[in-house]
C-alpha cells in the first residue's frame, strides 16, 4: 500500500504542473478587448494612454476607455505620458481597473503590486513607512 501511495505522488504533483500553470505566464497569453471586461483577476489589456493624473489614466484600446488605478503616487511614480501603449495585467472592479504591471511598448516592465491579496500600501502611508522600518 505504501509503494503504490508513493509512486502516485509524482503523477499528481506532474498532473497538477500541466494542468495549473503559472498565473504570469497565463496572464500575458490573451488581451480582453476593454468592451469585455468583467470582475476577474489576472486580465490583461492593451491600449494607449489618453490622460493621465497622478497614477490614474485613461486607456482606450478602440472598443472602449477604462480608468487605470496604479496604486498611490507616494508608493511609486509610473510616469506614464499621453500617447503611450501599454499592456496591463489587473483586476477590472466595476468602475476602474486595479493594475498588477504595466509593460511599456519598449519593453519596460513596472511592477504595481502582486495579483493575489492586498497591495503593499494598504493601511496608508504611515503603515507602509512602519514596515518598511522593521
Not at 509524482?10 to 500553470?21: E, N, S
Not at 490614474?56 to 484600446?61: K, V
Not at 510616469?79 to 503611450?84: D, K, T
Amino acid at each position: 500500500m505504501k509503494h503504490l501511495w508513493s509512486l502516485g505522488i509524482p503523477v499528481i504533483i506532474g498532473i497538477t504542473g500541466i494542468a495549473l500553470p503559472p498565473v504570469t505566464e497565463s496572464l500575458a497569453q490573451s488581451v480582453t478587448p476593454i468592451r469585455n471586461l468583467s470582475n476577474f483577476y489576472g486580465v490583461t489589456i492593451r491600449g494607449t494612454v489618453r490622460s493621465v493624473v497622478g497614477n490614474e489614466f485613461i486607456l482606450d484600446d478602440g472598443t472602449g476607455q477604462v480608468i487605470v488605478d496604479a496604486g498611490p503616487r507616494w508608493f511609486h511614480q509610473i510616469n506614464l505620458q499621453p500617447g503611450e501603449t501599454v499592456t496591463v495585467v489587473g483586476k477590472y472592479d466595476d468602475y476602474d481597473f486595479d493594475a498588477f504591471r504595466i509593460t511599456r511598448a519598449n519593453g519596460e516592465v513596472i511592477n504595481i503590486r502582486p495579483h493575489g491579496g492586498p497591495p503593499p500600501w494598504a493601511g496608508g502611508r504611515r503603515r507602509w513607512q512602519q514596515r518598511q522600518a522593521r
